[in-house]
């Protein structure tokens, strides 16, 4: 749905099943933003945001959660304090998903 949304939107868009994957993913191409949920199978979301921001430091990042083990503020704080741009507590509308994307590069930066 992410996926769709954003390309709808014109933007262009790469997706990893897992945070392996995404992590190879970042690795080989460059990207402006990376949509991260933060619990994934293989290397969850506060793994790929770590590295996100020790490697890439310029990349905007959205993570978001629907929870899990604690609830899912706790886990968006901890991806806020990693370094996320902007969290989207699960479920969230399009709309919110698309403000979040805009907020991360400004017009009139």
């Known amino acids: 749905m992410i996926a769709r949304v954003l390309s709808e939107a014109g933007h262009r868009v790469d997706t990893a099943s897992d945070g392996a994957i995404a ?3 970042i690795a080989a191409r460059d ?25 890439h430091p310029q990349v905007k990042i959205i993570a978001m959660s629907g929870g899990g ?8 704080k901890m991806a806020r304090g990693l370094g996320a741009h902007a969290v989207l507590s699960k479920p969230f509308a399009v709309q919110e998903l698309l403000a979040a994307v805009a907020s991360a590069f400004p017009a009139d930066a």
């Open 23 to 25: 992590s190879r993913l």
């Open 31 to 55: 990207f402006d933003l990376v949509v991260t949920d933060v619990i994934m199978p293989e290397r969850d979301g506060m793994q790929v945001i770590s590295e996100l921001r020790r490697k």
């Open 69 to 76: 083990h604690v609830p899912r503020e706790h886990y968006l």
